[in-house]
């Protein structure tokens, strides 16, 4: 599944299409990502599990989450500060990333830092999708040792820090550095 991002009155519109093109164009070909990176989600297998983007457009960073052969219900999704992910349990990838040294959970009156999400909510036949703007700077982000996106087992409480109470890591992605 591709995305497009279109600029209208201020806001960041994201469609979704089936195509096999070039980064991210707008539905109307008028707006490209500034700069895009990808990750390719495994489980501690090596299995392939989908995919994650993070785009930058008009200067609002978002991530574009693609995942299948998960199990059905919500999982907690985050954005960790390593870009890393050792088998089995993924905890090469560090912490949540967190700029602003803030709490975990859009719930918890002391949070919500930059690497918190919504739960990704996979169906019953174990597909799921979810797009999210990341705050932040994508530089900031994409550090020397990049960045991993990973899912959890259960869903996130939405509070409970460090990551919501939502159990094992069970798919991981390296957004790796861009090439200097």
Request: aromatic content about 4%.
């Amino acid at each position: 599944m591709r995305y497009g991002f279109l600029i209208a009155g201020g806001c960041l519109i994201v469609a979704a299409r089936t195509l096999a093109a070039d980064p991210l164009p707008s539905p109307d070909g008028s707006l490209k990502p500034e700069q895009q990176i990808a990750a390719k989600m495994q489980d501690a297998t090596g299995a392939d599990k989908g995919t994650a983007t993070i785009a930058v457009a008009g200067g609002i960073m978002r991530l574009l989450v693609d995942v299948r052969d998960l199990p059905p219900g919500p999982h907690g999704i985050h954005i960790h500060t390593v870009g890393r992910c050792d088998a089995p349990g993924f905890e090469t990838a560090g912490g949540h990333w967190n700029p602003s040294g803030r709490m975990h959970g859009m719930n918890n009156p002391q949070g919500k830092h930059a690497g918190d999400f919504k739960n990704l909510i996979v169906g019953k036949d174990g597909k799921g999708s979810m797009s999210a703007d990341v705050p932040g700077d994508f530089t900031a982000l994409m550090d020397q040792d990049g960045a991993a996106i990973v899912i959890h087992a259960g869903a996130d409480d939405y509070k409970s820090d460090p990551s919501g109470n939502s159990g094992a890591r069970i798919a991981c992605g390296v957004f790796a550095p861009p090439a200097k």
